[in-house]
């Protein structure tokens, strides 16, 4: 990527982020699941990631804020279902909490998201199907997957969903959010 590009574009996703107390009980699950691993870096911005939308020219901006402030969604109820690897078959890339969605409202969230930034011209949607999770970790390089204890953390509500810029790190994605999107 050349540095004008880089300039004049943003790297963009639109997430749910997690409620305090649910982010301290993640953080103390990495630290006691995930410190001392050195095959994996441990993630520090929590959050239920709903669309990627990758390099964004910052010209296109308005259409993306207009695009997630069209969308209107209650605040929604989720648990997590417990630790996961994805992809799901071959060398493991990044460590993952499941997130359960009994009602489907956050699939729902997700798909009306998608759609209207498709519409805006801003994302193409994925032909894999959605599954909901949290990033904990990801690999150094692909491999191999380990035992994991399960998070204990008792149903939370979803309140709001973010529209983030990310710049990568050495250290790993630095995420800044941009727009904030309250449920109505």
Known sequence: MSRVWAEESLRLFVACPLPREVERAVAAWQHDELEGRDE???SRNPHITLVFLGDVDRRRLPAVTAAIAAVRFAP???????PLFLPPR???????????????????????LALGL???????????????????ARYRRPGERFSLQNV???????????LYSSLLERAGAVHTPIADFPAT
């Open 118 to 136: 498709a519409a805006a011209g801003v994302h193409k949607p994925e032909k894999r199907p959605y599954l909901p999770h949290v990033t904990v």
């Open 76 to 82: 929604i109820a989720v648990s997590f279902s417990g």
């Open 90 to 112: 071959g060398p493991a890339r990044v460590v993952a909490l499941g997130v359960d969605d009994p009602s489907g409202a956050l699939r729902a969230l997700q798909r009306d």
């Open 152 to 162: 204990t953390v008792p149903e939370y509500c979803l309140d709001r969903v973010v």
């Open 40 to 42: 994996v870096r441990v």
